[in-house]
Every structure is written in C-alpha cells, then in structure tokens.
C-alpha cells in the first residue's frame, strides 16, 4: 500500500472570492443549478447576493432550502424530488457541513437514484465505490469553517430507522470547485465559531492517528494536520471574540480544509463517539460531541505516536507526554467555551448504548488498539462534567 493523495477539487481561499461563482459556472457552460442550502443562511443574507451573482453571468437557479442538521434521508430524497424537477446541470452548496453533504447525496441520488446506500462505509467496510453514472459537476462555498466537507468524499446522513448517521464516500462526491471565502463567515456565531471550530480540531488531531494514517504514515498528511492544528490554536480563540477579524477567520478557513486533508488517513475515537452520542441521545452539535473524548483517545493512543504526541505538546506548551496533551487540550477546549456533555443535555443511562454504538463503524474498526465498551463509559463519565 502506498499513500496516494488525488484530489481534484480547484481550491480557491480569500476574502470576496465567493463573487467569482458566476463567472466560474459560466467558463465551464453551466446553464442551470439548484443551490442548496439551509434557511438560516438565507436569513442571514448570504444566499440572496451569490444568487443574484449566478443570475448576473446568465445561470439559471432552482433552490432547495430545507437542509436539516445531520441531514435526514428523508430530506435527501426531497431534495433529490426538486433535482428532478428542477434538472440541474451543475450543483451549488451554500452553507455549513450539512447543505454540503445533503448537495453531494441530492447529487449522487439525482444522478443515480437509489444507490446512496450502497456507498455507506458503515456497511461495506472500507470500499470506496464509483457510481454508474456521473454525477453533476459540484460548486461549495463553505459559510462555516470546520467540516472541511469542502474537500472531503464523504457525505454523512442520519438513517433514522438503522439509528445511524452513514458515511457515504465516493470520489465522484468531491466538488469540482470549492470557493472558500471568509467573508461568508463573519456572521457566525460564537458557539457556532467554536463548534465548527473544535470539529475541524478534532480532524486534526485524530488525522495523526487514523488506522491508515499509522500503517501507512506519510509527511505530507502529517503537515497538513499540525499545521491546522497550529492555525487553531493561534486562530479560534481570536475569532471567537472578534468574529470580523479576517486574519483569525482566513486562518480557520484554511484549517477548515487543512484538517480534513490531514485526516484522508482516517478518523479515530472523537468522532467514533461522537456520531454514536448523536445516533442513540439525538443530540445535534457535531463539533462539540466529536470532540469530547479526543482527550482521552490521544492518551489512550500515546504508545503509537510518540513523535505527534512530541509535536502536538510543543504546539500545546505542554510536557511531551499523552496525559500532558490530553490536559493541554482540555484546557484549550474550556478557553472555547466548549459544552460538557452534561450541558447539551445528553442522558448518561444511555452510555452503554453509545459505547456499543461507538465500536460499530470504520473508525474503530481500522483502529490500531480499541477501547472495550467500558472504557468507552469511563470516557464519557468524564467528559460529562467537561
Ligand atoms: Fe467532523
């Protein structure tokens, strides 16, 4: 096995670069798009200019605005009702992680309806499949900075009757152009800023000790991850008090994308519990659940990356030992504002259910050592008090 890195999403990063979308469609003859989005960016007033600028270069748009968070199938398949209707050929995602993914499942649904699931990692172990048909070129312009689905294959949606959210990943979902401008995330509340903020973290993070990432360590994704993890840490305590500080927010728009290609490796144990806190206690903050037990993962993994745990202590100031970082980075989470798992409400009768929840999808399965459903519970009874 080699590390092959193969992305062929146009990366543009700057502030005011969301006003090239128009002319970017146009060059590639897009006549017609759907946007979708969320109606809380409508609200806020982003969604109406960047329409009014597709116009302006002679696009068509159709709109499909009722994205959800940890985007429903239901709501995949209502947004696929409206391609179908509206027969986009090109798609524009405006929004945070969820309008991004919904817009790769609508697309790869709408071009080839009924697969989805075939593509779901929880259920074919680590395949990542192409679709029969091609999907229809797809444009993001990201107004949150942490996913990093701008950059990422994967599109998660929430199977309410399997109780679980399903990484779809297929190389056919990258977007073709992604416009990543700052400016769009000016508006963004605090505790939004320091959720998408720590999830991008989180990537990070759990990027250095993927399953992949381990057997097959490569400096490139290795740079990638410590040198979001650095923009972090200098640049979300920043922004979170100043939010129109566009050096703090370009800096946590480049970790956004940063963190996820450092993370092509695989994820860990954060984002393991995490998704499985949101499957069983239908709590819905991606960010802070994911990265509630990184903490402990880091410790718990020291023994198989004794040269990260060196370089994410000297970016922490901490000693270069795993219960070192582990603290080091809980106190960077508290300076955030991060909310314990108490605080968002999450129901610790239900801690079995999640530790059994977390040990089913690929990230533990790839995982190098795995903690026993007990462990799991000891991590979450101390997350709980944060
Ligand atoms: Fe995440």
């Not at 969301?18 to 409508?42: F, N, T």
């Not at 989805?116 to 900075?145: C, E, F, R, S, W």
């Not at 610790?348 to 795995?370: D, F, N, R």
């Amino acid at each position: 096995m080699f590390y092959d890195f193969d992305i062929p999403v146009r990366i543009v990063v700057g502030e005011g670069c969301s006003a090239q979308l128009g002319e970017y469609l146009s060059i590639a003859g897009v006549k017609k798009v759907l946007c979708v989005h969320d109606k809380g960016v409508a609200e806020a007033g982003i969604v109406d200019p960047l329409i009014e600028n597709m116009e302006k270069a002679g696009i068509e748009v159709g709109r499909f605005d009722e994205v959800l968070p940890d985007p429903p199938m239901e709501i995949v398949e209502v947004g696929t009702d409206v391609a179908e209707k509206e027969k986009p050929d090109a798609i524009v995602a405006i929004g945070g992680g969820s309008s991004i993914d919904t817009a790769k499942a609508v697309n790869a649904n709408y071009t080839n309806r009924g697969t989805l699931k075939d593509h779901a990692l929880n259920l074919n172990g680590l395949q990542i499949l192409p679709y029969d048909n091609p999907l229809k070129p797809l444009y993001v312009l990201p107004t949150t900075a942490g996913t990093g689905s701008e950059v990422s294959p994967t599109a998660v949606v929430t199977d309410k009757e399997l109780k679980l959210k399903l990484s779809i990943a297929s190389r056919d979902h990258l977007p073709k152009v992604a416009l990543i401008d700052p400016a769009l995330m000016v508006g963004m509340p605090p505790p939004i800023t320091a959720s998408t903020g720590l999830d991008a973290l989180s990537h990070a993070v759990e990027g250095l000790m993927g399953g992949l990432a381990l057997l097959i360590p490569s400096p490139m994704r290795l740079s990638f991850a410590l040198t979001a993890i650095e923009l972090i840490l200098e640049s979300l305590p920043v922004a979170l008090k100043d939010g129109k500080n566009m050096k703090a927010r370009t800096g946590m728009a480049y970790s956004a994308f940063m963190s996820i290609l450092g993370a092509y490796g695989g994820l860990s144990f954060g984002h393991a519990v995490g998704h499985a806190i949101g499957e069983v206690c239908e709590i819905h903050n991606h960010g802070f659940l994911c990265s509630s037990v990184v903490p402990q993962t880091v410790e718990y993994l020291e023994e198989f990356i004794p040269e990260q745990i060196t370089k994410l202590a000297s970016l922490l100031k901490v000693d270069p030992d795993g219960k070192s970082v582990k603290q080091g980075l809980q106190s960077f989470y508290r300076e955030c504002g991060v909310l314990s798992l108490k605080e968002m409400g999450m129901d610790m009768s239900m801690a079995k259910e999640v530790a059994h929840h977390a040990t089913l999808g690929q990230y533990y399965l790839i995982a190098p050592k795995k903690p026993s459903e007990e462990e799991f519970v000891q991590w979450l009874e101390e997350a709980y008090e944060g």
